[in-house]
């Protein structure tokens, strides 16, 4: 059997993201540039380059891309520390163009990390920052991807009270919570690489529609770990289970966890470490979970992917470890 690749990746890419709905890929350069990639044949699943376009004169570090019920838009985060929203519009001629339609404002701080989120009234995307601040965007319009208002800004502690002004973050992680049940409130999971030890847990943040603002519900670290700088974060898809799943890498490992969906009379959630999960000597950087829930996807510094699951008696253990040839 011969293994003929797919796709041959610009050289200079640093960052891919896929969408799986419209079988896409964008890649964003060293440059600065963006690439588009379309599946031309889906029978041999091969792809070409459809669109390639100046984000910034700064390295493109992250790209993901808008939920794809709310049409073909990507989010970039290049290493200048901007963050921008690109839209693929159709033109009167024919054929289709990318325009920029948002950059967003910032201060001396750095985009570190970005998510989209859905919530059942608008759009939501939230930005971690280089100095700890966490900030919430919407749009109500969807049409309008240029019209994101800042809904709420705080700093990723459970003691809302709490300030540090001279928070200095390397790297920041978030997952929302991918579940889209009706009546259900919009919530994600956040940790930072930080100099403040506080920062760096992963928490869940929770939006309290009764008082309209984001609460911290839960907080994923030992009494003993809370102060571990966090690589990355991956909230699992929930296909019945009674309790939700997320998964934590910090330089000790990754710690796999069990979420209540229950709240207390504070409006806590309760959570409970099932596992911890050696990743050798590496860092794990990313994280990412399959569609059902059950297989979590590592890879970090030595460029090793690992796919990690639990067997029937509720072990985990690595099922498969790809490495990367020469």
């Known amino acids: 059997m011969n293994n003929k690749p797919i796709l041959t990746l610009d050289r200079g890419t640093r960052c891919t993201a896929w969408n799986y709905s419209g079988q ?22 091969t792809f070409t380059s459809s669109a390639r376009f100046k984000v910034r004169e700064s390295s493109i570090l992250k ?12 989010a970039c985060v290049c290493a200048d520390g901007t963050l921008s929203l690109w839209e693929e519009v159709a033109e009167d001629a024919g054929g289709n163009r990318w325009k920029m339609c948002k950059c967003f404002d910032r201060d001396k701080s750095q985009v570190l990390d970005v998510q989209f989120g859905n919530s059942h009234t608008c759009l939501k995307l939230v930005a971690a920052y280089s100095d700890g601040q966490v900030k919430i965007y919407e749009v ?6 240029e019209k994101w208002q800042l809904q709420a800004e705080f700093q990723n502690v459970v003691d809302l009270v709490s300030k540090f002004r001279n928070a200095s973050c390397q790297s920041a992680s978030i997952s929302w919570n991918p579940q889209k049940n009706e009546g259900q409130h919009s919530s994600f999971v956040l940790g930072f690489n930080s100099n403040v030890p506080t920062l760096n847990s992963a928490k869940v943040w929770e939006f309290d529609l009764d008082h309209q ?10 009494p003993e770990d809370k102060g571990d700088q966090v690589y990355a974060v ?17 330089q000790k490992g990754i710690s796999i966890w069990h979420l209540s969906t229950n709240p207390d009379a504070d409006g806590r959630l309760s959570t409970h470490k099932i596992a911890m999960l050696s990743n050798q000597d ?42 990367p040839t020469q």
């Open 140 to 145: 109500l319009d969807t049409l309008e991807l």
């Open 282 to 323: 590496s860092e794990v950087w990313e994280m990412e979970w399959d569609m059902s829930g059950m297989t979590l996807a590592t890879t970090g510094s030595d460029g090793t992917v690992g796919l990690w699951q639990s067997n029937l008696n509720g072990v985990w253990h690595q099922q498969a470890v790809l490495k």
């Open 213 to 222: 603002r984001w609460l911290p519900v839960a907080e994923l670290s030992s």
């Open 63 to 74: 790209v993901v891309w808008v939920p794809p019920e709310y049409g073909d838009a990507v």
């Open 24 to 45: 896409r890929l964008a890649a964003g350069l060293d440059d600065g540039s963006l690439v588009i990639y379309d599946s031309t044949d889906p029978a041999s699943s």
């Open 234 to 250: 991956a909230w699992a898809p929930n296909i019945g289970r009674p309790y939700e799943l997320i998964g934590v890498a910090t």
